[in-house]
């Protein structure tokens, strides 16, 4: 089971590193799904993508990987107001055109996928 568990995360870690990039390859796009009351836009795109990268590393360090589970699933839940301001405002990414519903499911998925790595990071295991 330990085996399976860090092979999510190193699923994880490649899904968080590729987003993390995309941070800075599509800063424009983050940008647009940043609340419109937040200023200063792209430094949050710039230092949230850095946070994914370090995260993704994380999550392949054995000796990190269950605190990094755990910073992980709080980073989430900060960036989870953008995802429902993407959802309530209709903001594709890029020109990629979403549907209303397909954005709601993004919003809900959030949970599962804090659940998935606090399981995978073993975040909750004494050991």
Excluded at 5 to 24: D, E, P, R, S
Aim: overall charge positive; charged content about 10%.
């Amino acid at each position: 089971m330990k085996r399976f568990k860090y092979m999510i995360c190193a699923l994880l870690a490649v899904f968080f590193f590729a987003a993390g990039i995309l941070h800075f390859v599509h800063d424009d796009s983050f940008a647009a799904i940043v609340p419109p009351f937040l200023p200063f836009k792209y430094p949050i795109v710039w230092m949230t993508g850095l946070m994914e990268l370090v995260f993704a590393i994380g999550l392949l360090w054995p000796k990190y990987q269950q605190k990094t589970g755990l910073w992980l699933s709080l980073y989430l839940l900060a960036v989870l107001p953008a995802n429902i301001y993407m959802a309530i405002a209709g903001v594709g990414f890029g020109d990629i055109e979403t549907s209303t519903a397909t954005l709601w499911l993004r919003v809900a998925l959030q949970f599962p996928l804090i659940a998935l790595i606090l399981w995978a990071s073993r975040s909750f295991n004494k050991t």
